[in-house]
């Protein structure tokens, strides 16, 4: 056998043995060959369980200083949180630079009605009148409520919403309220305030209060000598 011919042999020996070492045994009760087990079993952590390898023992580990989501940066402190600037208090109405910047109120409202009804009126009803499926067992909107157990909650009506800043409601969709969880990882800052100018919208439309009726006020009479001549007394 010439060198050349045994070197090829060699080869297809190595490599016939080198593939043996990774195949895994699908019908034996042996266990598997694999003496290095690295790319076999890799290691993993459970979630907010002990690490030895890194300094303060945390599995999970933090974004990287600076970090930015691709699609939810706010670079607005007052669109980004609902604060003013100096985290004063919330602002009291939605900023004008939001508005501007998603092309007007009639697209916002027509964008806060459509995310209202999929993450606010389950529990909140279509109309915000407190009395969604999640809190009511009804068949038709005009039916009694049945309570299904929860809390109740508070009308759009309530005094107390009504004159609540934009801000403060739109920080409640984002960090949540008592029985109310949060919904600012689920909604985007903007359907945010988008969900915000709906609500507002809801007061003004199904929760306007009533107004009594207003009467004309007869005309007076004339003193007597006023009346037409031939006219009735």
């Not at 694999?34 to 690490?51: F, I, L, T, V």
């Not at 706010?74 to 910047?101: C, H, N, Q």
């Not at 067992?137 to 934009?166: H, I, V």
């Amino acid at each position: 056998m010439s060198a050349r011919s045994f070197a090829a042999w060699l080869t297809v020996v190595a490599l016939c043995a080198s593939s043996s070492l990774g195949c895994r045994e699908e019908h034996g009760d042996d266990p598997p060959i694999a003496p290095e087990r690295n790319m076999y079993d890799s290691e993993r952590y459970n979630p907010e369980s002990y690490s030895q390898f890194f300094p303060d023992h945390r599995t999970m580990r933090p974004p990287v200083e600076g970090t930015i989501a691709r699609d939810r940066y706010e670079d607005d402190p007052e669109v980004a949180t609902g604060l003013l600037a100096d985290k004063s208090g919330y602002v009291m109405t939605i900023p004008a630079t939001f508005v501007t910047r998603h092309g007007g109120m009639e697209k916002i409202l027509a964008r806060g009605r459509e995310r209202f009804g999929i993450y606010c009126a389950p529990c909140h009803g279509l109309t915000g009148d407190g009395k969604g499926m999640v809190v009511c067992k009804r068949d038709k909107a005009t039916d009694p409520c049945q309570s299904r157990g929860f809390a109740p909650l508070p009308s759009y009506e309530d005094p107390r919403l009504r004159q609540m800043p934009d801000g403060q409601l739109f920080a409640t969709i984002t960090h949540g309220v008592r029985t109310m969880p949060a919904y600012g990882a689920q909604v985007p800052i903007p359907d945010r305030w988008a969900i915000v100018a709906y609500v507002r919208a809801l007061q003004l439309s199904q929760m306007a209060e009533a107004k009594p009726p207003q009467v004309e006020p007869k005309p007076a009479a004339g003193p007597e000598g006023d009346r037409p001549q031939g006219g009735n007394p």
